[in-house]
């Protein structure tokens, strides 16, 4: 037994920029089943700065020398979005288990493509949404899939946050907010289209959306959207409508314009109604409530203040996946792939000014 328990996950990570130093270098350095092997970051002296805060030594500009060279066995790819595919899909046909950041990639037709190339290689993909590690959200999923709210009939998502000097690449505006232990996120990432692929649906909606599916077990099927940049490059405010199978409607309105002088600076809520109830969500409030048509109210533990972003959740998951310490793939291809779905048929709705169905990608 205890070779199985001691070994170590070996660990590369591709990006060396404000996550992966504010979120998972620090999360795997202080979990006993990883190892960190490699960073690689185009920029070398991103690479140097997270190397020399986390005592890192094998540094590298092309990740795939890194792959080749470190062999680990799972990989963080935490890039700029419009890199994610490529670096997603050098690990996984290497044979190497996935954590993605959101947005998983721009296309669904990527998206499908690295869901095929995990289930061929079965090593573990799986997306960076910590909010699927919440214990609250996994238990208002198992109670929405034992049908106790019925069929679900009409959900509606709201997402309101703090992003918008992010889209207007000046991530510095939230240094004193988010105390960047060793940087912030290049000015472009967020803001230019070319390289961030989208603004508030690419950066948050993604979130929301991905929860939203994650939650209800629906599956979007044609899309039609308002979004407006206002004095950005790149979206702001996004007004999405869907049609889901098995009948069901709903909207995700969302909007990164939230201030920084307010303490809650976020608001996630959600309200799905079925046949036999319904459930409320309030994210940043840690609070769940169902209603059923019996009259039964049952409220959910709430979510500790500590815990309402469980930031560290996945690169450790990833670690428990390779090692088998867990068999559940609590954020897997699947909800990526309909997330994609959701927003590319979003964004492209959006432009053209019809709908889109999801079978058109
Ligand atoms: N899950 C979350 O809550 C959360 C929070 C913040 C950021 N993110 C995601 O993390 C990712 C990184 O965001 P960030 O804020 O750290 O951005 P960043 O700009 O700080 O870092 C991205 C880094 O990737 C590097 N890079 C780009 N292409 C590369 C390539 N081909 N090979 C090697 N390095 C490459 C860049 O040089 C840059 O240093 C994004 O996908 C973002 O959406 C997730």
């Not at 170590?8 to 999360?27: D, E, N």
């Not at 721009?106 to 960076?128: H, S």
């Not at 999923?141 to 000097?165: C, H, N, P, W």
């Not at 199978?245 to 201030?259: K, P, V």
């Amino acid at each position: 037994m205890s070779e199985h328990v001691e070994r170590r996950a070996r660990i590369a990570i591709v990006g060396a920029g404000w996550w992966s130093t504010q979120a998972h270098l620090p999360s795997l350095l202080a979990y006993p089943h990883a190892e960190v092997v490699g960073i690689a970051d185009l920029n070398i002296d991103k690479a140097r700065a997270a190397g020399a805060a986390y005592g890192i030594e094998r540094l590298y500009t092309d990740y795939r020398r890194m792959l080749d060279a470190e062999k680990p066995d799972g990989v963080i790819v935490a890039t700029n979005h419009l890199a994610h595919f490529d670096v997603a899909r050098d690990a996984i046909t290497r044979g190497m288990g996935v954590l993605v950041e959101k947005p998983m990639v721009q296309r669904a037709v990527e998206a499908r493509e690295l869901q095929r190339l995990a289930e061929q290689q079965g090593a573990p993909l799986m997306i960076g949404y910590p909010w699927h590690f919440t214990p609250q959200h996994q238990q208002l999923r198992d109670i929405i899939a034992a049908g106790r709210i019925g069929k679900l009939q009409m959900v509606s998502t709201l997402y309101a946050s703090m992003v918008i000097e992010f889209l207007r690449g000046k991530p510095q505006a939230y240094q004193s907010i988010f105390n960047y232990p060793v940087t912030g996120p290049t000015a472009s990432s967020y803001s230019d289209p070319r390289i961030a692929g989208g603004g508030q649906g690419a950066l948050q909606v993604t979130h929301a959306a991905a929860l939203l599916l994650l939650l209800t077990g629906l599956k979007p099927v044609s899309v039609s959207a308002f979004m407006e940049r206002h004095d950005l490059q790149v979206d702001l405010c996004d007004a999405i409508t869907v049609r889901f199978d098995n009948d069901a409607i709903g909207t995700i309105a969302s909007t990164g314009n939230i201030a920084a002088i307010h303490t809650d600076n976020q608001r996630l809520d959600y309200r799905l109604f079925g046949t036999e109830g319904y459930a409320m969500l309030e994210v940043l409030d840690g609070t769940a409530s169902t209603y059923t048509n019996d009259g039964k109210v049952e409220r959910l533990d709430p979510t500790p203040p500590d815990r309402r972003y469980p930031a560290e959740t996945t690169s450790r998951h990833l670690v428990d996946l390779l090692l088998g310490r867990v068999t559940v793939n609590q954020s897997p291809a699947v909800i990526g792939v309909r997330t994609v779905e959701l927003l590319e048929a979003a964004y492209r709705s959006a432009t053209e000014g019809r709908v889109i169905r999801v079978d058109e990608l």
